[in-house]
């Protein structure tokens, strides 16, 4: 089992950026893929980005690529979501997902733990 937690939601206008951390435990974290997806209200969560167990596969959903950037340090046990150019549309609880394997996938079922969610919030 491996425990998450993620970090760094707020609220923040339409422009700004962020950076969402998740730190892991219990674990090997160099042995598997981590990865971001997120929740608004009343919709399903859904895929973010992802990144494998060396960082040489990564994944984004295309509603943020070229905006955020998901990156990992394995030292630290710690996976990153830098978000710019926050949209409103972009509002939701983050999650950080531990995969299965070391695959960056872009299902939930490709993930076997989560952490608790942060939140983030853009206004107009």
């Known amino acids: 089992q491996v425990q998450l937690v993620e970090s760094g939601g707020g609220l923040v206008q339409a422009g700004e950026a962020l950076t969402l951390s998740c730190a892991a435990s219990?674990?090997?974290?160099?042995?598997?893929?981590m990865g971001w997806f997120r929740q608004a209200p009343e919709k399903e969560r859904e895929f973010v980005a992802a990144?494998?167990?060396?960082?040489?596969?990564?994944k984004y959903a295309d509603s943020v690529k070229g905006r955020f950037t998901i990156s990992r340090d394995n030292a630290k046990n710690t996976v990153y979501l830098q978000m710019n150019n926050l949209k409103p549309e972009d509002t939701a609880v983050y999650y950080c997902?531990?995969?299965?394997?070391?695959?960056?996938?872009?299902?939930?079922?490709?993930?076997?733990?989560w952490g608790q969610g942060t939140q983030v919030t853009v206004s107009e």
């Open positions: 997902g531990a995969g299965i394997t070391g695959v960056a996938g872009d299902r939930d079922y490709d993930y076997a733990q």
């Open positions: 990144i494998s167990r060396s960082a040489v596969f990564i």
């Open positions: 219990g674990r090997t974290f160099e042995n598997y893929a």
